[in-house]
């Protein structure tokens, strides 16, 4: 019985990390635009959440846990929209390749994290020496009373407060995109913009505001991986590759907030499956650590097969629009 | 209450580059009048309608809405000017429903209520008589549900100018004469009514005033119950235009290529083409005429291989040889042939060339079977390439310069050039001077006269009934995927042309 709380709890700790990107991921992809960076922009709001709270635990005698909590998110936050917004330039105002600009933001975004992580070691005084203890524990602070609760308690409770903003982004997103006007104006321009635009959407805001929110809430995804998963500290090459695991969530969600939660469960599960299948070498293990991907593409089989158009990406899914193109 | 004009135009004029769209055009429609603007396929239409909706922007000229001036940079200014345009390609979110898109974009408190909008929109839909059903997605639909609720959400967006891009082009005879009785009661409520066509009887059917357009230039308005079938097509095409194009004696015709009640079926179940039958002969050039869409792709196509066919036959008579039933052979075995296709394209570059590659390449697309094993062979189509340009008198930097890169009528004769390069004996060529300056024009029709003095037969679609008078031995004509008649070019005049190709009149049959 521990062992299968303890499985749950792990499963749920690799999803959040997961949920984040997706979230982020199918709010920049239903304007249309196929943000590649989602690697890219969680390391960057990593390291930037990091930064915050280690400059400040480092300046500061007695460090406030709080203080350091809000830095943390704000500065990931900041550094997620960031990556976004230097995506929307490139791709929407200067309208150039979606999968090329994403591409190379992962590849700016992790270059961008190993540098400032190894900077940062470097001022804590070597590799692995980056301490920011307060504000880490102000991340893995759990509800009080309903965390002694038995069973219940170990599987719902024994999280931070980030995991619980990771669920409720996908039920505020899931409310926002079917039941507003503004989701139905966002779902219009990532499906057909031409005809967003001729009903007078503003089509480029739309999707600079998605992207760079997307963005963000990737941001947290790196956030919650440095602080609450890994207690404040940092790795180079550290997130493996949790980012494209959330970029295959997307798909394997179809497009939907609520559908990504149990599904980062269950990629969450899938990705640490072999550490409890005994007899397993080194290299048997990456025979599962496949799996999350295997499942994403036998779902893209089956709903290709089924041609169900609500659950197919938005059709103009990495095209740039230009009103007088034609 | 005095009839005022709900929308009225002085001297709008729109240029695209050197071709003037529109010409100082004044036009003025009423509230409670339906307009029919009418118009050969380039004449202007759609261009100054567009300007009324705000997609594009009048290079001269001003706009009065209820009399007063008014400035249309875009369609969210046309809005609230109580101005909507349908469009023949309808601006609708496939995965959304129908109530959905109608309230798209509008203003409103955050959380969107639908069910309240479904109400909105079965009560507009019993005052004026659609048949709606506000939640189905948009994807499930018929073409003419599709445009109901396209004019649906116009009128829920308050529109008292609703202006119609050839409404019934996709319809059917049913459901033409459902959306007529509701622009009537659209009419009879009080709203201004445009619609553009070029379908005749519609006209008479339906406008109260008529407006013709021809060339861009504006030609005259008549009210409908003055106008006849025949007063309407000669305002449209306008008296005939003499153009010196050599036209030579047909050398001894032979039968080449026989077309036999084929029928053609797209994708979406619309008969494209219903049961076509014609002859072509050697040694001279049948024009196909007929507005845009009514079959001449899939006509050409299908003799290509590039069209499925429902049903029907196509035999070929290869000279000095024995006949053979080409109906289901692939498009490459009947490329090899001999029967050959060149297609322009409205944007030119889309079929047949690829626009970042230079010549040489291009040619090879071609010719890459005849190749080596492995290694493809460059050395012919670089030959080639430099031949077309000698011969053709293509201006260009070189053979390496991206096709892409040339101007229109360069981009042409290459395409030409590449297709009458393989010695065709079946040479299929469509709109091909699309959008060329006079003289590229010329050198173009000297290149299919001399293809024809060759003995091979040459298929022509045009767009422009003075060129193709000119130019061709016989014209056939297509009217909505049908053969409605094949003329002699020689004596054929544009009215009779014109009618046979806007269904009203009958043609000599061959």
């Known amino acids: 019985m521990p062992a299968i709380i303890t499985f749950l709890q792990n499963a749920i700790r690799q999803g959040i990390c997961i949920l984040f990107g997706a979230n982020g991921e199918i709010l920049t992809e239903k304007s249309g635009n196929l943000n590649l960076g989602v690697p890219g922009m969680m390391y960057m709001g990593g390291i930037a959440g990091l930064a915050a709270a280690f400059m400040y635990e480092r300046g500061t005698q007695t460090p406030n846990p709080s203080v350091g909590f809000l830095l943390a998110l704000i500065a990931a936050l900041v550094a997620g929209g960031l990556g976004g917004l230097v995506y929307s330039v490139l791709t929407i105002s200067l309208r150039a390749n979606q999968n090329v600009s994403g591409l190379a933001l992962t590849t700016f975004g992790v270059g961008l994290g190993n540098f400032f992580g190894g900077s940062l070691s470097k001022l804590a005084g070597g590799v692995g020496q980056i301490s920011t203890a307060a504000t880490a524990s102000a991340f893995r602070l759990t509800l009080p009373v309903l965390r002694d609760i038995p069973v219940v308690g170990d599987v719902l409770f024994s999280y931070g407060l980030l995991t619980y903003i990771a669920i409720a982004v996908s039920v505020v997103m899931s409310w926002y995109l079917n039941r507003t006007r503004q989701g139905l104006c966002l779902r219009a321009v990532g499906e057909n913009p031409a005809t967003a635009d001729a009903a007078g959407i503003n089509v480029s805001l739309y999707k600079y505001l998605a992207t760079v929110i997307g963005g963000a809430i990737c941001g947290l995804g790196g956030l919650y991986f440095v602080m609450e998963y890994s207690g404040g500290t940092w790795t180079n090459n550290g997130f493996g590759d949790r980012g494209w695991l959330a970029v295959a969530l997307v798909i394997f969600a179809r497009w939907r907030p609520l559908n990504a939660v149990w599904g980062s469960l269950l990629f969450g599960a899938l990705y640490i499956l072999y550490l409890y299948i005994p007899g397993l070498g080194r290299s048997t293990q990456e025979i599962f650590k496949m799996l999350p991907y295997v499942v994403t593409i036998i779902v893209l089989i089956l709903t290709s097969l089924r041609k169900k158009k609500e659950d197919q990406p938005p059709e103009s899914l990495g095209q740039h629009y230009f009103r007088e193109e034609r | ?510």
């Open chain 2, 1 to 510: 209450m005095k009839a005022e004009n709900a929308i009225e135009l002085r001297n709008i004029s729109k240029r695209f580059g050197k071709v003037v769209a529109n010409d100082h055009i004044n036009l003025s429609v009423r509230s409670g009048e339906i307009l029919a603007i009418l118009g050969e396929n380039g004449s202007g239409k759609t261009t100054l309608m567009n300007m009324i909706s705000g997609i594009y922007y009048p290079d001269e000229g001003q706009i009065f809405v209820h009399g007063e001036e008014v400035t249309i940079r875009s369609p969210k200014d046309a809005f609230p000017l109580g101005i909507g345009m349908i469009h023949q390609h309808f601006k609708l979110v496939d995965v959304l429903t129908a109530a959905e898109n109608i309230v798209l974009g509008l203003s409103g408190p955050t959380r969107l209520d639908i069910t309240a909008v479904a109400t909105r929109i079965s009560k507009l839909a019993a005052k004026y008589g659609f048949d709606i059903d506000p939640f189905k997605k948009i994807y499930e639909m018929s073409v003419s549900e599709k445009q109901t609720v396209e004019i649906v959400k116009m009128l829920y967006r308050g529109a008292n100018i609703l202006i119609l891009d050839e409404p019934t082009a996709v319809l059917t005879p049913q459901e033409t004469d459902a959306l007529f009785a509701v622009l009537r009661n659209m009419r009879d409520a009080g709203k201004a009514i445009i619609i553009i066509t070029h379908k005749l009887n519609e006209v008479l059917a339906l406008s109260d005033r008529v407006a013709v357009l021809r060339r861009g230039k504006y030609v005259g308005a008549v009210q409908t119950a003055d106008a006849t079938v025949e007063s309407l097509t000669e305002m449209m095409v306008g008296s005939k235009v003499t153009l010196d194009i050599d036209r030579p004696d047909p050398v001894d015709p032979q039968v080449r290529l026989v077309m036999k009640d084929v029928t053609c079926v797209d994708p979406e179940g619309v008969i494209t083409l219903n049961h076509a039958s014609f002859t072509a002969y050697g040694g001279e050039i049948l024009g196909i005429a007929g507005v845009a869409g009514s079959g001449q792709k899939e006509l050409l196509e299908s003799i290509a291989g590039l069209t499925p066919k429902e049903s029907g036959e196509i035999e070929y008579y290869p000279p000095n040889s024995e006949t053979m039933d080409i109906t289901g052979l692939s498009a490459v075995e009947i490329s090899r042939l001999g029967i050959k296709l060149s297609f322009v394209p409205e944007d030119r570059l889309g079929m047949g060339l690829v626009g970042a590659m230079d010549m040489t390449d291009n040619m090879m697309i071609r010719s890459y079977r005849k190749g080596g094993f492995f290694w493809a062979d460059r050395r012919a189509p670089k030959t080639l390439a430099e031949h077309i340009i000698g011969t053709l008198e293509i201006v260009t930097p070189g053979v390496s310069t991206p096709v892409g890169k040339l101007s229109g009528g360069n981009v042409q004769k290459v395409l030409v050039g590449r297709e009458i390069a393989s010695a065709p004996t079946v040479l299929m060529v469509a709109y091909p001077v699309r959008g060329l300056d006079i003289n590229s024009a010329y050198t173009i029709y000297s290149l299919l006269n001399v293809q024809k003095m060759r003995g091979v037969a040459v298929l022509c679609v045009g767009e422009d009934l003075d060129v193709l008078l000119a130019l061709c031995d016989r014209i056939l004509v297509l009217c909505g995927g049908r053969v409605t008649g094949v003329v002699d070019a020689r004596t054929a005049t544009k009215e009779q042309i014109g009618l046979m190709m806007t269904q009203s009149g009958k043609g000599g049959e061959r």
